[in-house]
T-cell receptor, first 109, second 114 residues
Framework: GQNIDQPTEMTATEGAIVQINCTYQ??????LFWYQQHAGEAPTFLSY??LDGLEEKGRFSSFLSRSKGYSYLLLKELQMKDSASYLCAVTDSNYQLIWGAGTKLIIKP | DTEVTQTPKHLVMGMTNKKSLKCEQH?????MYWYKQKAKKPPELMFV???????INESVPSRFSPECPNSSLLNLHLHALQPEDSALYLC?????????????FGPGTRLTVT
């Protein structure tokens, strides 16, 4: 079956760094996406990894290890507005997007 | 313009009503999607249109009827819905289906069935 695991909830402090992990087991792999979703709003695209390694984009970085079926999203210099759910999604061999349940990130002052 | 628009933002309908959700994008994307999202759950794929043809129907009940009038528009017709159909309905688009392109989401329609 297809399975994506992420922690349900994480808490971090403003100004700190947090790492949100995602492990996946899917039928094939054609890339991994991270989306941010604020409560009551639509998901917005953050990053895409298809090759192993780290992709950096400002305060956000995403890492992929295909051999381990593992990715993480690293958020630096946390701001209160980063409080949101972070969704990991994998494109399988049929190019279907398989979604994780999301990680709710709570930022405290 | 990287925007997907959806109307209405909120909709309350009775179980005997007929209503439609609308979605529009002007990015030249050839794939468009309807998702249903319940609170604290990830988006759940309902339909995919590729080049204006229905490509995927994820065993959605017939009370939901999608329509793609042209390459920029996507509708979702609703009829005889149940209270459990209350959810956030998201439209998304991407450059194409069958490739790993990011999807751009509209703001969603918050649907309440009474």
């Amino acid at each position: 079956g297809q399975n994506i695991d992420q922690p349900t909830e994480m808490t971090a402090t403003e100004g700190a760094i947090v790492q949100i992990n995602c492990t996946y087991q899917t039928s094939g792999f054609n890339g991994l996406f991270w989306y941010q979703q604020h409560a009551g709003e639509a998901p917005t695209f953050l990053s895409y990894n298809v090759l192993d390694g780290l992709e950096e984009k400002g305060r956000f970085s995403s890492f992929l290890s295909r051999s381990k079926g593992y990715s993480y999203l690293l958020l630096k210099e946390l701001q209160m507005k980063d409080s949101a759910s972070y969704l990991c999604a994998v494109t399988d061999s049929n190019y279907q997007l398989i979604w994780g349940a999301g990680t709710k990130l709570i930022i405290k002052p | 313009d990287t925007e997907v628009t959806q109307t209405p933002k909120h909709l309350v309908m009775g179980m005997t009503n007929k209503k439609s959700l609308k979605c529009e994008q002007h990015m030249g994307h050839r794939a468009m999607y309807w998702y249903k999202q319940k609170a604290k759950k990830p988006p759940e794929l309902m339909f995919v249109y590729s080049y204006e043809k229905l490509s995927i129907n994820e065993s959605v009940p017939s009370r939901f009827s999608p329509e793609c009038p042209n390459s920029s528009l996507l509708n979702l017709h609703l009829h005889a819905l149940q209270p459990e159909d209350s959810a956030l309905y998201l439209c998304a688009s991407s450059q194409a289906q069958g490739e790993a392109y990011e999807q751009y989401f509209g703001p969603g329609t918050r649907l309440t069935v009474t």
